[in-house]
């Protein structure tokens, strides 16, 4: 059976880091308030720095509010500090404060990103990235995503264990076939 597929291709829309010339792309479907996210994380920030520019690397919000009551929120959060430049700041800042991702402390990592505090409080408030957060999340559903983290690379889904070398073979493997 082939692996599920990337329905919504990697765009100017999407957080990237690393170019998009790179000759592997890695996408990411992730809740800020999972474990197994948190997990992945320094996991996710190894291979970034390991591969650098032949690699680009992709989130996208796939909060499981069944389960995580604050993972709106801190999705929401991420995409208030991208419109400030600050995506990947939050984003870290969040998965390193995963525990505390009550408003009152997401409120608190965004003043230490010295964001427009009242533009950050009056886009939460005003749930201005609530479509942005549930284009993510209908665009994982219809890729075959049912659960965090989820993993693709070069579009195909990545089912392999990513807690080990997994990820970072499969990479390797991509790269040694360019």
């Not at 970034?48 to 929120?73: K, M, W, Y």
């Not at 990235?129 to 549930?134: L, M």
């Not at 995503?145 to 990479?171: E, M, Q």
Request: with cysteine; charged share 30%; hydrophobic share 40%.
């Amino acid at each position: 059976m082939d692996s599920p597929r990337l329905t919504i291709p990697v765009g100017e829309h999407d957080h990237r880091l690393g170019p998009a010339s790179a000759p592997v792309t890695l996408v990411e479907y992730g809740d800020y308030e999972c474990s197994f996210c948190g997990q992945a994380y320094p996991v996710l920030k190894q291979l970034v720095e390991q591969f650098g520019d032949r690699l680009q690397f992709v989130f996208r919000n796939f909060p499981i509010t069944t389960s995580h009551p604050h993972a709106e929120v801190a999705a929401e959060a991420a995409e208030a500090a991208a419109v400030q430049g600050k995506f990947w700041e939050m984003h870290d800042l969040l998965y390193e404060h995963q525990r505390t991702l009550d408003p009152e402390h997401i409120r608190t990592l965004a003043a230490r990103l010295d964001l427009d505090m009242d533009r950050f409080d009056q886009d939460l408030e005003q749930r201005r990235f609530e479509d942005r957060v549930r284009e993510d999340f209908m665009g994982g559903v219809r890729s075959g995503v049912n659960g965090t983290p989820s993993f693709f690379i070069d579009g195909v889904r990545f089912d392999g264990d990513w807690t080990g070398d997994g990820l970072n073979v499969a990479i390797r493997e991509k790269l040694a076939a360019r």
